[in-house]
């Protein structure tokens, strides 16, 4: 599962879109970019879901955007998509005849090896095709993508209200997407129902995808993502094997082709005896067509008695109540985020810093009375990372709005804000719960710390390495706003 960024819930619809969107772009490219190794036998897997996360994103999402994506554009991942599907095909049906190759006597292992030099033609040529699409479509797809993520046209300037926050959409599209499974569960009716248990797959693979954007701050979400996996492997396999059956069904028809045209080539040979004609008999790939056919049934039985046994005996039911238990704590977080901390003016740097993690910040501010948006560049000596902010009110509580940028956009905006800036390193100093952040001006002699609180009624006591440095608290002090700081 890709590292999805921090603080998603908070953020509007189109903000976590546009941060999803270019986390799920890097690992797309970063998987593009290994496939010319012969030897990275993921990378096309990788690729596929990367691209398969992406666009179950912007497709769930698309109703709480303002500019969806450009038809064009989602019309050429689907493409991209599908143009990957054979070599997959081709590769599942090629490790499960290995898997069952104990269970087939010697004259039908014959077949199987028949079968597998097909199919690894097969595989092969997909995979060359598959790499070809990639070549073509990939980077065009990235270029778009990134643009449309980027450019924000359309989206909202207004402080978001509190039913678009990506916490609310999210506790819409998980109901929404657990009754779609729950009937498309129930119209799996038997172990040859390809067409619905493909579908309900699907289903649940956008739900789990879902549940993944928060799993790692919703924990019924992440219990969730557990189940919907398991459920996700069944019916996979499930389908594998009905894929199988029809695949063997149609070879065991060439295979029996094959072997009659070559017994009638070895006894129309002049001179021919009889134990050559007996070996070519031999070499009939058809009972191994069959007997494959036969394993391919008696899993789908199998498989078919454990999904039934799991969901649709009460298995779904625990389902459901993990992701009731994550709607109603994304539902809690409805409201636009709102900031609620503590500063205090410091007579020096705490001796605490020495050793804790560190970014250095770039801020300032664009033009503007009413609306004031901040632009930060943030770096660790690793890597820069960019922000837009809007802060609306004062004092202990604060409404923050907050997206990621690009460096482009950054650059560009950049310029706009000459005259009101200020430089200055952050240090994240833990305390129990909470975390003290220790800012050292690097353009004056300044030292200010700031602890955020969970609750407004949250008390605090700085902690007995601060404390001495304190000179007084600065909360509200319009002196200490870092807006009004830059200069």
Request: glycine residues 6%; charged residues 35%.
């Amino acid at each position: 599962m890709p590292r999805y960024p921090k603080r998603l819930l908070s953020r509007s619809p189109q903000d976590a879109v546009a941060a999803l969107g270019v986390t799920l772009l890097d690992e797309a490219r970063a998987a593009r970019d290994r496939l010319g190794d012969p030897d990275d036998d993921e990378a096309l897997h990788d690729f596929r879901v990367a691209l398969r996360r992406l666009r179950s994103v912007l497709r769930a999402l698309r109703p709480y955007l303002d500019d969806p994506p450009p038809k064009k554009l989602r019309n050429r991942m689907r493409t991209l998509a599908r143009a990957t599907n054979e070599a997959r095909d081709s590769e599942v049906q090629i490790a499960w005849i290995r898997s069952q190759r104990d269970r087939l006597t010697r004259g039908q292992r014959t077949g199987a090896t028949w079968l597998l030099a097909r199919l690894e033609t097969r595989r092969r040529a997909a995979y060359d095709a598959s790499r070809r699409a990639v070549d073509a479509e990939a980077g065009r797809i990235d270029r778009r993508t990134r643009k449309w993520l980027t450019a924000g046209r359309g989206w909202r300037e207004a402080p978001v209200a509190a039913d678009y926050t990506l916490a609310g959409a999210l506790a819409e599209l998980l109901k929404e997407h657990e009754a779609i499974l729950e009937e498309r569960l129930v119209g799996v009716r038997g172990a040859d129902d390809q067409e619905a248990a493909h579908s309900a797959r699907i289903a649940a693979k956008r739900l789990r995808y879902l549940c993944e954007l928060v799993s790692a701050e919703i924990k019924p979400a992440g219990r969730a993502v557990r189940r919907l996996k398991g459920l996700q492997d069944v019916l996979g396999e499930l389908h594998d094997a009905q894929v199988a059956d029809r695949e063997f069904a149609a070879a065991s028809e060439l295979a029996a082709a094959e072997h009659a045209r070559r017994l009638h080539d070895v006894e129309a040979k002049r001179g021919v005896g009889e134990k050559e004609i007996r070996a070519a008999r031999r070499r009939n790939a058809t009972p191994g067509m069959l007997a494959l056919a036969r394993l391919a049934r008696e899993a789908q039985q199998r498989l078919f008695q454990r999904f039934t046994g799991k969901w649709h005996d009460g298995g779904f039911a625990d389902l459901r109540r993990e992701l009731d238990e994550a709607i109603a704590l994304l539902g809690e977080q409805r409201l636009p985020p709102v900031e609620i901390e503590r500063k205090y003016l410091l007579a020096s740097l705490p001796e605490a810093v020495r050793g804790a993690e560190y970014v250095e910040i770039d801020q300032g501010w664009l033009p503007g009375e009413r609306l004031q948006e901040r632009l930060r560049k943030a770096s660790n000596g690793a890597e820069d990372r960019f922000y837009r902010t809007v802060k609306l009110g004062r004092g202990l509580t604060r409404t923050e709005i907050e997206e990621e940028a690009s460096r482009e956009l950054f650059e560009q905006l950049w310029p706009l804000t000459d005259g009101r800036r200020l430089r200055k390193r952050r240090y994240y100093v833990p305390d129990g719960s909470l975390t003290w952040e220790i800012d050292e001006f690097l353009d004056r002699e300044l030292v200010l710390a700031e602890v955020e609180l969970p609750a407004p009624e949250t008390s605090v006591a700085p902690p007995p390495w601060l404390a001495p440095l304190i000179e007084r608290e600065v909360t509200g002090d319009p002196a200490y706003l870092n807006v009004n700081l830059a200069t």
